[in-house]
């Protein structure tokens, strides 16, 4: 990737980590992930300072879907005589920019929103979308992360509960299909991943996938393992997208700019490859520190390594799931 194309990202696709300067001490060390965060400005602040003057970019992809992109986790939309469809909220500061883009997308109301995890940065905005008419569908481990105070350790924040409106009223246990302005809308649960309340989002006749935060693209990806998230289940996740997806697929990634099969795929590799090197030396007896200075994730560092989610980060990661 290039340095345009993360200086793009920073604005857009991951705003949900705005603090990759803080990743070293002045020594040159790694900081922990709680150090890098408590060191910078409470992120979910950040995120919601950020949310509110970044520009909304509005792509059309294939058929009635669209994806919006900056605020907070990437936002598909679905157009109709039915009314628009969501697939995540988004921040709630980006409300006028993301009320502007759905304009420009036809005069159809929003009728439903589909949240892909609990995280704020994609269902923050649950409330006022719902105040406009979006019934809300979620996994049932999403409404119970919504109804009651989480706390995330590795961002070292603890969420209220949400309001009444912003808690989803429909919810699965398993996966479920739904028809929508002429389309067949595929519902998957992966169990235990970037969460435990993940899902995905298939656009059938179009073939686009949404995948939440089970797909970064082009940086390492963030694993919440406060509320049930956990590597092995993330490369789980990631081989369910690997074999949903087509050579035409079009993928949303949870942050990131579009992407395709093969970008599922080479992420998918290089969590098995870190995975496999972390757990050896893991296995040997070797402590966090020591691992992280047998740098196993050295391979990929130049192409996923450059932003957010440092190498020392991501190492702890996935030691702790190892």
Not at 143 to 158: G, P
Not at 184 to 199: Q, V
Not at 201 to 229: C, K, M, Q
Not at 289 to 318: M, S
Request: a neutral charge; glycine letters at 10%.
């Amino acid at each position: 990737m290039t340095r345009t194309g993360h200086q793009m990202l920073t604005r857009r696709g991951f705003c949900l980590c705005c603090v990759a300067a803080t990743s070293f001490t002045a020594s040159g060390a790694w900081l922990t992930p709680r150090q890098a965060f408590a060191q910078a400005k409470n992120i979910v602040d950040m995120i919601r300072e950020h949310a509110a003057t970044d520009p909304i970019k509005v792509t059309k992809l294939r058929g009635n879907v669209s994806v919006l992109e900056g605020s907070g986790g990437n936002i598909a939309v679905l157009t109709g005589a039915d009314g628009k469809l969501l697939v995540d909220a988004g921040i709630t500061a980006s409300k006028p920019r993301i009320l502007e883009a759905l304009a420009g997308l036809g005069k159809d109301p929003i009728t439903r929103l589909i949240n892909t995890h609990w995280h704020f940065d994609h269902t923050d905005g649950n409330e006022w979308l719902h105040q406009n008419g979006a019934v809300i569908l979620a996994h049932e481990n999403t409404r119970k992360h919504l109804q009651s105070a989480q706390r995330v350790d590795e961002w070292d924040f603890n969420f209220p509960a949400s309001p009444p409106g912003a808690i989803p009223t429909e919810v699965m246990t398993a996966d479920r299909t739904l028809k929508a302005n002429g389309s067949t809308l595929e519902l998957k649960y992966y169990g235990p991943a970037h969460t435990d309340s993940d899902i995905s989002v298939r656009f059938a006749e179009a073939d686009v996938l949404h995948t939440g935060d089970t797909f970064w693209n082009g940086v390492y990806p963030f694993i919440d393992y406060s509320t049930g998230g956990g590597i092995k289940g993330t490369i789980a996740a990631a081989e369910a997208n690997v074999a949903a997806a087509g050579d035409k697929t079009i993928v949303i990634p949870g942050h990131g700019p579009i992407s395709d099969r093969a970008g599922l795929v080479a992420f998918r590799d290089m969590l098995v490859a870190i995975h496999a090197k972390v757990a050896a030396l893991k296995a040997k007896g070797l402590s966090l520190e020591q691992v992280t200075a047998e740098r196993p994730t050295a391979a990929f560092d130049e192409k996923w390594g450059q932003f957010v989610i440092g190498p020392a980060f991501f190492t702890r990661l996935v030691y702790e799931g190892a």
